[in-house]
């Protein structure tokens, strides 16, 4: 949200889709949403990094990332490089969700086997091209975006068969559980609503954004029930 706001008071975005257009409609709501967002980060990064220097690093190259996103170096930003958008956004969720929730989580990591990390950055890599599906209105051709490249629907195959690879790893390195089971369902789901939405943009903000946080969760209660 911050980054789009960003974009809109700079003059960066050419053609307005209907989230940008709620955005300038609504901009003290945002406002509002983005100060106490940052607030609520700024309190917790100082909490956890007095229990945990070493989040310090991870942290900051998150923030570092995020802001040359958005912010401009010779007239272009991170985001504007060819065939990297979506990297960049995986890497900072996959920083922030993955790797500072390790340093802070309550039960060793390694009860999830070796391959967590590369599991949980597929995962957040094939639910962020998604993303990328509404832009395709307001991306430039220059950025050859997976979703420029291959359309919306084959993107949409990829991003799910990506999505069963991380499945497939859940299910050999554990057993089968009504907490896989419910995250299976959860998955297909939202596979299958995405691909009858008519509306992707909106469909994408809430239950995209919800299904992104899906895995966490689902690691949450592996550690705690």
Known sequence: MGHRLYKVKTNQIVIESNRIKWMKSNETAVRVLLFFSIIAAFVLGIKYCLEQPLII??????????????????NKNLRELPYAKVFWVTIVYWLIVICLSSFNSSKDLRYFGDGLYLAQFIYIFAIALLFDIPDVAIDSP??????QLLGEKRSILLSAFLVSIVLVYQVSAFEVNWKLFVL???????????LLSKQKEFYLSFFGEAILGMMGIYYLVCTTV
């Open 184 to 194: 299976f369902t959860c998955l297909i789901l939202f596979y299958w609503g995405l």
């Open 57 to 74: 690093l991870p942290g900051n190259l998150a923030i570092l990332i995020a802001t040359f996103y958005v912010v401009r170096v010779r």
């Open 142 to 147: 220059a950025q050859k975006t997976i979703p």
